[in-house]
């Protein structure tokens, strides 16, 4: 399974950003689909994760909404609409993956497969 994830750009506070997340390999056998992000000096934080059985989206306190993930099943592409962009949302951002049912779906050990991370600046 591999993931590219795409659409990191330099923005300014409050505009909108969509990332995408490219899945090849198995994508069928995925469980879990998650954004995770990474300040610069902070650790990878959770965003929102999908679970792909049954469409259960959470996301966390800070991008609630703000942010909206979503799967097109046809692209086995994932995305992140992102709007009203603050100045802390800049980060580089990761999509992940996991093929098992997983306990706490916003732990990035949780998730086996990752992508190259995108980046995102927010600055005016």
């Known amino acids: 399974v591999q993931l590219v994830e795409s659409g990191g750009n330099l923005v300014q506070p409050g505009d909108s950003l969509r990332l995408s997340c490219r899945v090849s390999?198995?994508?069928?056998?995925?469980?879990?689909i998650g954004w995770f992000r990474r300040a610069l000096g902070k650790e990878r934080d959770g965003v929102s994760y999908?679970?792909?059985?049954?469409?259960?989206?959470k996301y966390t306190d800070s991008v609630k909404g703000r942010f909206t993930a979503s799967i097109n099943t046809l692209e086995n592409t994932m995305y992140l609409e992102m709007n009203n962009l603050m100045a802390d949302d800049t980060a580089v951002y990761y999509c992940?993956?996991?093929?098992?049912?997983?306990?706490?779906?916003?732990?990035?050990?949780?998730?086996?497969?990752w992508g190259q991370g995108t980046h995102v600046t927010v600055a005016s």
């Open positions: 999908i679970n792909t059985k049954d469409g259960d989206t």
């Open positions: 390999g198995v994508p069928q056998s995925l469980s879990f």
């Open positions: 992940a993956a996991a093929s098992v049912l997983v306990k706490n779906p916003l732990f990035e050990d949780e998730y086996v497969y």
